[in-house]
């Protein structure tokens, strides 16, 4: 079985004498296992180059170790696989950062990659050309592509066209067509940024995609759009069946036919097990729509996040309806910074019982005691046994109530140094806002009646 090679030690500037050293234990520990392992056709499959910052000298040495044949043959470039090469030139001046990235890059051409991740680098355009040979500028390199990862780098609306155009290039035979994870993080290519991401997705076409990460690139409320019209477009042709892991934070679902075109993808994404739309802008009305169309995908959901989403009560009302389909395969919930109200809180707690939840977030959500109460209530009946983590701070708990969830939880709460005994959340509740809720329920009830009877019809043979 190939091996793989780290760079070892703390994050640190990697000069060329630390270089010397690091290509030197490589060396002896690809010979030993050649040794072990004589009719290995390849030595090594994954490199980790991440959390270094690399001098070109650095860089020049670790590229022409992977690519000499004076010791292995074939080099040991040709059989690498997996390049991960995130985080390599923090503090480097952009010439010399530039030269690196090209030298590491260019150090792949004779491999055949599947996958990539080059986050964590100061990339812009120029970056994205140096890095061109593990980006698809060289067919033979990238043909097999299918992972990449380019969170915080800075990609610019500029910089993310030219990411799309390396992979959509070559119609059939692009990559972006046998992609099955694609992930773009923290960066700040706005509106037009998420253009460029839906001209990708048109591509996926193969039904490969499984992993999604479109979060915290500036989107806003236009740029969102593309992002659901992307992902519609995808679940409407069979591409989104094989999704596990969505995350699609920091984007702005507020308009209706957003979050409509969102909850429409979703109902495809039957194998999804995480889902991230946390500070989506999503609502009462949205997440209604959202919740119910995961609860009709089926999907056996581990991980859900729904927290900044301008939730209150009636939205969670919607929310405690998916958790309780949840509750056989949930591992960790979260909710926080919403507008809950105890209330709110206390309908979702309400329904957990669950022998795989391990971890519950819930913080700032405008509760106080009954939602404490209710809490509590929920470990004394035993129905989160494998409970971790919960965490409730800034709310409005009395001292009394604070004191239980301390003598209850132990290290499993984390210090509520925010809590306002003095503010009286709950002082707020009334008999009319909890009728008023209920009355909610009936339209969503009659939307999936209506669901229910199209899809039943759709399925007659006239």
């Not at 059989?79 to 010399?96: F, K, N, P, V």
């Not at 890059?105 to 990659?113: R, V």
């Amino acid at each position: 079985m190939p091996i793989t090679l780290n760079v070892s030690g703390p994050r640190e500037v990697l000069t060329e004498e630390k270089a010397t050293a690091t290509v030197a234990a490589w060396k002896e520990e690809l010979l030993a296992h050649r040794a072990a392992e004589p009719s290995a056709s390849i030595l090594c499959d994954k490199i980790i180059l991440t959390d270094k910052s690399y001098t070109s000298g650095a860089a020049k040495i670790v590229s022409t170790f992977l690519t000499s044949t004076d010791d292995f043959q074939p080099s040991i470039a040709s059989g690498i696989s997996i390049a991960i090469l995130s985080d390599t030139i923090a503090s480097r001046m952009e010439e010399e950062g530039l030269e690196v990235l090209t030298t590491i890059s260019n150090a792949f051409k004779e491999s055949k990659l599947v996958e990539v991740d080059l986050s964590d680098n100061a990339m812009g355009t120029k970056g994205i050309d140096a890095c061109s040979t593990v980006l698809g500028g060289d067919a033979n390199v990238t043909a097999n592509l299918a992972k990449l990862s380019l969170c915080n780098n800075g990609l610019s609306e500029s910089t993310m066209h030219e990411v799309a155009d390396l992979l959509t290039k070559g119609g059939d035979n692009c990559i972006a067509k046998n992609l099955t994870q694609i992930h773009f993080y923290n960066n700040m290519s706005g509106p037009k940024g998420c253009e460029a991401f839906e001209s990708i997705m048109e591509k996926c076409t193969e039904n490969k995609l499984t992993d999604i990460r479109f979060s915290s690139t500036r989107a806003r409320a236009g740029g969102s759009t593309h992002i659901t019209t992307a992902l519609k477009s995808l679940a409407e042709s069979g591409n989104l069946e094989h999704v596990t892991r969505l995350d699609l934070a920091d984007n702005t679902f507020s308009d209706e036919s957003v979050n409509t075109d969102l909850a429409t993808a979703l109902k495809s994404c039957s194998k999804l097990t995480y889902i991230n739309l946390r500070d989506c802008c999503i609502a009462n009305e949205g997440m209604k729509r959202v919740c119910n169309a995961l609860k009709v995908s089926g999907a056996k959901l581990t991980h859900l996040d729904v927290s900044g989403n301008d939730l209150t009560a009636s939205g969670a009302r919607s929310v405690a309806k998916l958790v309780a389909s949840l509750n056989s395969t949930i591992v960790e919930f979260s909710a926080e910074e919403n507008e809950m109200t105890s209330r709110g809180v206390k309908k979702i707690v309400d329904v957990i019982n669950s022998q795989t939840l391990e971890k519950i977030v819930m913080n700032q959500n405008e509760f106080g005691d009954i939602a404490g109460r209710a809490i509590l209530d929920m470990v004394s009946e035993n129905r989160v046994p494998n409970l971790t983590r919960i965490e409730l701070n800034e709310g409005s708990f009395t001292e009394d109530v604070v004191g239980e969830l301390v003598e209850c939880f132990g290290d499993k709460l984390p210090e509520m140094d925010d809590n306002d005994e003095d503010t009286e959340h709950d002082a707020d509740l009334d008999d009319e806002e909890e009728e008023s809720e209920d009355e909610d329920d009936a339209p969503e009830t009659a939307d999936r009646d209506v669901d229910d009877l199209a899809g039943a019809l759709s399925q007659v043979q006239v």
